[in-house]
């Protein structure tokens, strides 16, 4: 999110909850649960908008005020209950009512203004339904000390749900759309509203909360059964072993051993930012690109000569500007470029000389190489023979990594051994691979399982002994006469 974006966002919301804090005196504990309710939204926000690449539009203005609205309701309810007061005999329960009120008529709007501005988008959504957990939530807790605890059900369905999702990696899987959804939380939303106006009989308040834990107990129910039901159709047993050997939050669909630090690392040593150009080849699945595009800014074109693999990278993109085709390389995609990436790939071209001079020719001045090379002595014979397809494995000393790198126009500007942890990365696949070996295996077959485990045990060997070593590096272009090119 930039300056003027948050500059956009913090002054309404400095106005909004300052005037209701000025109004309604809710006190120390209120201004402390105010800001901290406020500074988790703004987070998620900027996070998301990072995301999804998106930027704020009339629709998520309206939900971020809603939002806001859901700050100063949570505010209210926590002082109230920290000053023993429920809600027949707090003196802001008219107060919380009416901004629940009001948020609810809100969540009808930010619909409306974003089908008239055409201003819909995933981040959009996602924030309008963060926004009626929110208040779900606030109220459901404001109104479980009058009425019983099964009330807090109700607004902690939605976060017990993401947080399974933690633990069970199939109910992270992609819903398909279903309006019934839309219905049963406007319908919770005006019961707890209505339990929390007290303008009913309580035993039609009661029986009214029980229906809204059932629709959301059908609602939820139901989604988790289509999930648990089509589990298997959207399981990949290979990705999922490569998720469970990085783990969860370093997992970014990469392909080789580099991890999501390490990524980062590279990336900002490169220089990239919102206005570079960057070029990916070999790109696989485009994980890290991606990872690079939504943290850091700028345009990425991935290339690689597998089509699936590019229909993979498509398919994950999103609203990222992230372009993918299908090509082999060399030759390299006419520039310029401010970055090329060459992520774990650069082992498969035997003449680096001839790839070296089409990255450096598709690169603006001063534009920067960042990649990692396996360094060692070419494979003997022996040691061809025993790696699976090893007509893809050309290691390259170091010191002639840097000849031939001079002489085709680069300067080497960073450079990190990266030997040890790769070693653990590949320790971590190896065992995962191995526990996953089944189910991989009725994916890509009995042959290319057993070579994948050959040529880990094999790269588990080389990285530890020092046979082969891993180097990150980055690599600026410099100015090459046509003489020197011809």
Not at 20 to 35: E, K, P, S
Not at 76 to 87: C, K, P, Q, T, Y
């Amino acid at each position: 999110m930039t300056l003027r974006a948050a500059s956009a966002l913090l002054l309404p919301q400095i106005v909004l909850l300052g005037g209701i804090g000025l109004a309604t005196g809710w006190g120390v504990v209120g201004w402390v649960v105010a800001i901290a309710a406020t500074a988790i939204l703004d987070t998620f926000v900027a996070r998301g908008l990072r995301h999804h690449h998106d930027v704020l539009g009339p629709a998520d203005l309206v939900t971020i005020t809603r939002a806001t609205l859901t700050c100063a309701v949570t505010a209210l309810v926590a002082a109230s209950l920290l000053a023993g007061d429920l809600l027949d005999t707090s003196p802001w329960t008219t107060t919380i009512t009416v901004l629940a009120v009001l948020s609810l008529t809100l969540d009808l709007v930010d619909g409306w203004v974003a089908r008239w501005t055409a201003t819909a988008s995933p981040f959009g959504a996602r924030a309008d339904g963060e926004a009626d957990a929110a208040l779900m939530l606030a109220l459901s807790i404001w109104i479980t000390p009058s009425h019983g605890w099964w009330v807090l059900l109700i607004g902690l369905a939605r976060y017990a749900f993401a947080a399974a999702g933690w633990v069970l990696p199939w109910l992270r899987a992609q819903l398909p759309p279903r309006y019934w959804r839309k219905v049963v939380t406007a319908v919770t939303s005006t019961i707890l509203v209505v339990a929390t106006a007290g303008i009913a009989p309580r035993p039609v308040v009661i029986t009214a909360l029980l229906v809204g834990l059932a629709l959301i107990t059908e609602s939820f129910g139901r989604d988790i059964w289509w999930l648990w039901h089509h589990r298997h159709a959207t399981e990949d047993p290979l990705r999922s072993a490569r998720r469970d050997a990085y783990g969860q939050h370093d997992f970014v669909d990469q392909q080789g051993f580099m991890t999501a630090d390490e990524i980062r690392r590279l990336a900002a040593a490169a220089g990239i930012g919102p206005d570079t150009r960057v070029l990916d080849l070999c790109c696989g699945h485009g994980g890290p690109g991606r990872l690079i595009t939504r943290e850091l800014g700028g345009t990425l074109l991935g290339v690689d000569a597998d089509a699936s693999a590019i229909a993979a990278a498509r398919s994950r993109t999103g609203h990222l500007p992230c372009s993918y085709e299908t090509g082999r390389i060399p030759p390299v995609p006419d520039g310029p470029f401010e970055v090329v990436l060459l992520l774990e790939t650069m082992l498969a071209f035997r003449d680096k000389e001839t790839l070296l001079a089409g990255i450096h020719a598709a690169l603006a001045p001063g534009g920067r190489l960042a990649c990692t090379v396996e360094v060692g002595a070419p494979l003997t014979e022996a040691e061809r023979a025993a790696m699976p397809a090893a007509d893809t494995v050309w290691p390259i000393p170091l010191s002639r990594l840097h000849e031939v790198l001079e002489q085709a126009g680069f300067e080497v500007t960073w450079q990190q051994d990266r030997t040890a942890a790769h070693r653990g990365v590949v320790d971590s696949l190896l065992t995962e691979f191995t526990r996953h070996e089944g189910a991989i295996a009725g994916q890509i077959g009995r042959g290319q399982v057993d070579d994948l485990l050959t040529s880990h045990r094999l790269w588990s060997d080389w990285l530890g002994t020092g046979r082969i070593r891993k180097v990150a590096l980055v690599a600026i272009a410099q100015p090459v006469q046509r003489s020197d090119r011809a």
